[in-house]
């Protein structure tokens, strides 16, 4: 979904905002960035923003029918989310010599998500697939294989 200050600029042209400053000023700035970073962005926000007055109300409401079905599908993903982490809760992997357990599927989910690039979505599409116990797989070149991640290697006659 959009980020907070995206949400309520889309919520001011929706009650109708024709001018731009008033729309780019709903915008949090409260990110890490400097001043002239943030003077940057807001200038970036304007120039989006410059058709505005001439927005037609049909517009509006096609962005307000679009924005509401968005936020259906946020709170749709996130009831899966919460399934799939109460699922989750009952898979572990545990040492078939001690009887200890040796990592749960959301211990793993939580490293998996500190890889970069790695999101949620991957990791559950990822442990769906593979499951939690890499045991299954010899080596990582295995894992990697199993995800057709690794180049082939086909001679060229």
Request: aromatic share 8%.
């Amino acid at each position: 979904m959009l980020s907070v200050s995206g949400q309520a600029i889309l919520e001011t042209i929706i009650a109708g905002a024709t001018i731009p400053e008033v729309a780019a000023m709903c915008a949090t700035y409260y990110s890490q960035t400097s001043i002239p970073e943030r003077k940057e962005k807001y200038q970036r926000i304007l120039v989006s923003l410059r058709h505005l007055p001439y927005l037609p109300q049909s517009v509006r409401f096609t962005i307000q029918k679009l924005y509401e079905d968005a936020k259906h599908h946020d709170k749709q993903v996130e009831g899966y989310e919460a399934q799939i982490a109460v699922a989750l809760d009952k898979y572990k992997v545990i040492d078939e010599t001690t009887g200890e357990i040796i990592i749960t599927a959301n211990e793993a989910v939580e490293i998996m998500k500190t890889a970069p690039s790695v999101n949620e979505r991957f990791v559950n599409v990822f442990i769906a697939e593979c499951g939690i116990d890499m045991r299954r797989f010899p080596t990582a070149g295995h894992l990697v294989s199993f995800w057709w991640l690794q180049p082939r290697k086909e001679s060229i006659r």
